[in-house]
């Protein structure tokens, strides 16, 4: 198939990229872990950048998407949350599927 006729999800697959990552805002990672978000900002979260010291396993990175000199929106990864969840003792399973 030439080129050109090829679907995105073809051109993406055939250069190697990776999929793409999901990135949670805090107000989700709060709702799916039913901790409030002041706590969760003050308890839970690296802010990368932000914070002082080295992360510790505990936390959650989260990194600033806003441009600068933009009031700093926060985010975390999907695989980082991944990892919270497992260090926390929650097993997860990667689901896919054949077409």
Same mark, same amino acid.
């Given at each position: 198939m030439?080129?050109?006729?090829?679907?995105?999800?073809?051109?993406?697959?055939?250069?190697?990229?990776?999929a793409?990552?999901?990135l949670?805002?805090?107000d989700?990672?709060?709702q799916?872990t039913?901790?409030?978000? *002041?706590?969760?900002k &003050?308890?839970?979260?690296?802010?990368?950048? =932000?914070?002082?010291g $080295?992360?510790e %396993? +505990?936390?959650?990175?989260?990194?600033?998407?806003? *441009?600068?000199e933009? &009031?700093?929106?926060w985010?975390?990864?999907? =695989?980082?949350?991944? $990892?919270?969840? %497992? +260090?926390?003792?929650?097993?997860?399973?990667?689901?896919?599927?054949y077409?």
């Open positions: 030439p080129a050109s006729k090829k679907t995105e999800a073809e051109r993406a697959e055939t250069v190697g990229l990776p793409r990552s999901f949670y805002t805090l989700q990672i709060s799916l039913s901790i409030d978000v *002041p706590t969760l &003050k308890s839970y979260i690296y802010y990368e950048n =932000r914070s002082i $080295r992360q %396993r +505990y936390l959650l990175s989260a990194r600033n998407i806003a *441009p600068p933009e &009031k700093p929106e985010r975390v990864s999907e =695989r980082e949350f991944i $990892r919270w969840m %497992r +260090y926390k003792g929650y097993k997860y399973y990667d689901r896919g599927y077409v």
